[in-house]
């Protein structure tokens, strides 16, 4: 077979193609592990925190350090630092399928994320650098669209590789395409930088913000566990708020802050952020109790729960793109509204449940998500970017994804604590007989081995509380969503804001075609 010839015409096709298998790589991890948790449980008999912190260390390392990925990528290089985010994303990957505890399995989740953080930014800004403007849309509308595909068929994939092979295929599944990109991205992409970006990383911010989101969302999933009032939780809390509050006062005397607080003077852009947390506080909360609704209440299979997402995940697909055209012609505003109701709609719906509940009788929810969703997601985008000057688009951008996935983060955490406490309830209502103690281990493991390993009464009860449960948070969820609508018809403009002038300051982490109308950049 030939060897490729690489011309000028064609490296930044090569170039996109390395980014986008990157993209799927890291956007598959998150949905792909979510059919694996009751594999997981059982194998390495992990607690429903363990399974928590399996999704959020990833997620969180992930959020927080989104920013800095791509600072670094300015001030060393896009394609270096992009480049040592695949690597350390496959390590980790490598290190995780040998994972003998839970413990393990967490830590190099949150070692994986900080690789996925320092190759999100990076891809778009190498994007941006190898495509002229012309082209630049029909770039980044496929590097979307490879992100919405990996979303949608990560239930699918990770349920066929935990049912056919074993749940640590889903993670050395990474390897080849991590090396595929590796070897592309050597051979066909240039490396840029921001040669007028100033030379420092805000290390003290850096540092505060990533202790204080620990600290919360560490109180938040043990809280149950521990007490709600006991020292460790009441510490961890006072710790996290302090952390903060050290942030933003880091931030406002720093010369160059990881966050730029002034952007949040734009109603749009600080509106577009709440909505980015709520709906995917809402939407990750949703597959991660869901997932383990449908393996160990319903008794599917991983596979079967994962195709059972299809419909949420490609309604997403197909909207995606629509509502972005429509908020071009009538402003991101409607859409969000609209989008944000249907999610409240959704998780209404969902929040019925029973232990015996068909799924066609909720497969009608998951279109509604699905269509909720896509209607939310690239108005909510498009809010963000024309809030701010052209030349700040790429941190702004980093500051969105951070919203989103933090969002995400705090979702499942707090639907778990709920999920326990109330199940907790439940369960002394139905097993009146049975030892506090005893009942208190099966709150901690509801939605994951205790609903699935006991036996007879124990088993329907442990089921029985689980749905309860399950629901009391999805009808929370729905309330919020119902908040989202509101935060964004108060605060979202109308119509699209003209774009501000471009000023000659340094580029941001992760510019997304600075310089140019605002329409090429969001458009996609």
């Known amino acids: 077979m030939p060897r490729p010839v690489l011309t000028d015409a064609n490296r930044r096709w090569w170039t996109l193609g390395a980014m986008c298998f990157a993209l799927f790589m890291v956007m598959l991890d998150n949905t792909v592990v979510n059919v694996a948790l009751p594999s997981i449980q059982r194998d390495l008999h992990a607690s429903i925190s363990g399974l928590e912190w399996t999704v959020n260390a990833y997620t969180l390392a992930f959020a927080v350090t989104l920013v800095t990925g791509g600072r670094l990528g300015d001030i060393f290089g896009r394609r270096r630092v992009f480049l040592l985010g695949v690597v350390t994303f496959a390590s980790s990957s490598a290190l995780i399928g040998f994972a003998q505890s839970d413990a393990w399995l967490v830590g190099w989740r949150a070692v994986q994320g900080l690789g996925a953080a320092f190759m999100m930014p990076a891809t778009l800004s190498i ?201 071009d012609l009538i402003g991101p505003k409607l859409p969000m509204v609209a989008g944000l109701v249907a999610v409240s709609g959704s998780l209404f719906w969902q929040g019925h449940l029973a232990v015996d509940t068909p799924y066609g009788d909720f497969v009608g929810a998951f279109v509604l998500m699905g269509l909720g969703m896509g209607l939310v997601m690239s108005p909510m985008s498009t809010a963000a970017m024309n809030a701010v000057e052209q030349t700040k688009a790429g941190v702004a951008s980093g500051i969105l994804s951070m919203s989103r996935m933090v969002g995400g983060t705090f979702g499942v955490a707090v639907l778990g604590a709920l999920v326990t406490s109330v199940g907790r309830s439940r369960l002394a209502e139905l097993l009146p007989r049975v030892p506090a103690g005893t009942r208190d281990h099966l709150a901690e493991s509801l939605g994951a081995g205790g609903v699935s390993t006991a036996h007879g009464a124990v088993a329907d009860a442990s089921r029985q509380a689980f749905v309860s449960a399950l629901n009391t948070g999805l009808r929370i969820g729905a309330a919020v969503a119902l908040v989202g609508a509101v935060v964004a018809w108060a605060l979202i403009a109308d119509r699209p804001e003209p774009a501000a002038a471009p000023v000659p300051e340094p580029l941001a982490s992760g510019e997304a075609g600075a310089g140019e109308p605002l329409a090429e950049r969001v458009g996609a």
């Open 127 to 327: 994007i941006t650098n190898a495509f002229d403007p012309q082209e630049r849309g029909k770039a980044i509308g496929t590097w979307a669209g490879v992100s919405a595909m990996a979303l949608a068929i990560g239930p699918v994939v990770g349920g066929f590789l935990v049912e056919n092979v074993s749940w640590q295929s889903i993670f050395f599944l990474n390897l080849p395409v991590a090396a595929t990109a590796i070897v592309v991205t050597l051979w066909a992409t240039r490396e840029s930088r921001d040669e007028t970006a100033e030379r420092t990383v805000d290390l003290p911010g850096v540092a505060t913000v990533s202790a204080g989101l620990g600290a919360i969302v560490l109180a938040l999933v043990e809280g149950n566990a521990w007490g709600w009032g006991s020292g460790r939780i009441i510490g961890l809390l006072a710790a996290g708020a302090v952390f903060l509050v050290a942030f933003f006062a880091i931030e406002h005397r720093t010369t160059v802050p990881m966050v730029d607080f002034s952007f949040f003077r734009s109603r749009s852009f600080f509106g577009a952020n709440l909505v980015g947390f709520i709906v995917s506080f809402a939407m990750l909360a949703m597959f991660f109790f869901l997932a383990l609704y449908m393996q160990n209440v319903k008794g599917y299979t991983p596979l079967e729960a994962g195709v059972r997402f299809l419909p949420s995940t490609v309604v997403i697909i197909v909207m995606g793109p629509l509502s972005g055209r429509l908020a």
